[in-house]
Structure formats: structure tokens, C-alpha cells
């Protein structure tokens, strides 16, 4: 085709139609009025020769040529952004969204704190936190484009992506104050109350049950939820115990809980922040990154102040 008839504007309302499967999001998005951006999508219909976008019900869907065309229409649109502006942007002048993808409890954590800094720091930039589906979904949607920045345990990932350890997790024991079990706290007493496991997929036994099981051992599970969120008012209410990651005694309604070091070791895991290469020259997806690895730097920080004092009974 001739590029001189091309109008790279179209690529970037193109760009916010098939973010958000929506005109009038999408125009809201770009400033633009709704038949501006029709205007446009019926424009780029004509350039794919694809309708790109299809109503079924009442909702729109990208056909499966847009589904192909996110990625690299975000990979030529951050380059050719990179070519033209070199300038750096100032992040109080930045007006943009950037998504984030993590589960509840990172979410619980972050959320408060990421918001007020980004008030202070870079108030036109607004955070969208989509469903969480595992860091497999995660890594297709920063492909993709439909996220941003991605909070999980992953994997060595290849050159089109970037990842950094925040932190590594331990575990735990979390129980109520007074509980039977806190006064001269061992592995007997630990297996003799029922225990709260967290599982997403509603499985009924952890690294936890296996490391048990080499030693011929087995726990008792009272309850599993799909949610740390839902164990915290669980243990206050009742004698169940639980093994939580260590940085959920930094959550709100945690304060309580008492902390013990569990019996038996189980080994923990990594947290990363990942991102798509495409991203790197993004000011507003990397102040958001530095940000959430220095709030998750003081999270740690508060859980090790805290556990001292949460180790009496």
C-alpha cells in the first residue's frame, strides 16, 4: 500500500478500540467525541479489510485478525513514540492508564499506597486492576498489550520481557491471640487444631502436606477457601490455623494474628514485577514499576517489625 496516504493518527484510536472493545471508552480515552471515534473504526475496517470489531449480544468483540494486530500495533506505536520524543516528560504533565494485573492479597497490599503516591507524584495517571488468572494469562496479556505490568511467580522469561525479583516470601503460622495452641508452640500442637488452607482451585493439600508426608505426618484441614482475604476474619473467629505467606501480616486485619515460626520447613517462592520490552521507554508503566518495588521494599520492612511483637501470646 502507499504510507503516504496513511494516517498514523488511525493507528492510535485503533490502539483504544481494541484495548477497550468499546467506542465510546475508547473515545472517552483519546478526548474524542463517539462519532469521531465510529468514524475512525470504519476507517481502519476499510485499511484491514476486517471488522475488527463485532457485536454479539449486547457487548463488542475483537475478531480474531485485531486480536493478532494488539501486539504489534503496540510494538510500532512505542516505537515510533520513541523516535519522535525523546524529550522527557515531566510525570506531573503525564495523563495516561496503565494496568496492572495481580492477585488479592499483592492487591490489598499495594493498592493504598500506590494510589496516594501517585497522587502526589503523577496524578493523571489512573490504574486499572483487571481479573487475575495466573501468571501463565498474565504473560499473554503483557504480550498483548491488555496489561501493563504484572505482579506473580514467573518463570525465566525470554528477551521480549523484563523481570525483577521484589521480594522473596517465607511463610508463617498465623493464629488467634490466645489460641490453645500458641503457649509452647510445636509441631504436635501445631497438627492437633484444623487448619485453613488457600487454594484457588479448591485443592486439598499444599507443599505443606507433602513435606508432612515424608516424615508420616498428616494435617487435618478444617476448611479451604479460595482467598487469603477470607482466612484473616476466619482465624480471629475461630481455632483454626493457617500458614500464610509473611507479608500478609502487613494486610489490614491481620494486626491481631499471632505469628509463629512454622515446625516444619516449607519452602517459599519469589514475588516478580514483569513487563513487556515495549514498555521499557514507557515513563508512566516505569514510575508505577519503581514504585511498587519500593512500597513492597517497606512492606517487608513493616512485617519484620511487626513479627516480634506478634510472637507473644
Sequence with gaps: MNLRGLDLNLLVILD?????AHVTRAADRLALSQPAASSALE??????????????????????????????LKEILAQVDGLVDRSPRALGQLSQVVRIAMADVPAAMVLPALHARLVESAPGVDLVVPPWYGSDAELAQLRSGEIDLALSVFPPLGAEFRRHELHRETYAVAMRKGHPAARSFDLERWLAYPHLLIS???????PLDDALARIGRQRRIGMVLPSFLIALPLLHSSDHIALLPRTCFAMSGAENLLMREPPLAVEGFP??????????????V????????????????????????????
Design 16 to 20: 483504544a478500540l481494541l484495548d477497550e
Design 200 to 206: 484457588g482451585r479448591g485443592d486439598r493439600s499444599g
Design 286 to 313: 516505569r514510575h508505577v514499576a519503581a514504585l511498587l518495588q519500593d512500597i513492597i521494599a517497606g512492606l517487608v520492612k513493616t512485617v519484620e517489625r511487626r513479627a516480634r511483637s506478634r510472637r507473644s501470646p
Design 43 to 72: 476507517r481502519c475496517r476499510h485499511l484491514f479489510a476486517d471488522p475488527l470489531l463485532e457485536r454479539v449480544g449486547r457487548r463488542m468483540r475483537l475478531t480474531p485478525r485485531a486480536q493478532a494486530l494488539r501486539a504489534p
Design 271 to 284: 514475588l516478580h514485577l514483569a513487563w513487556h520490552a515495549r514498555r521499557d521507554q514507557d515513563p508512566a
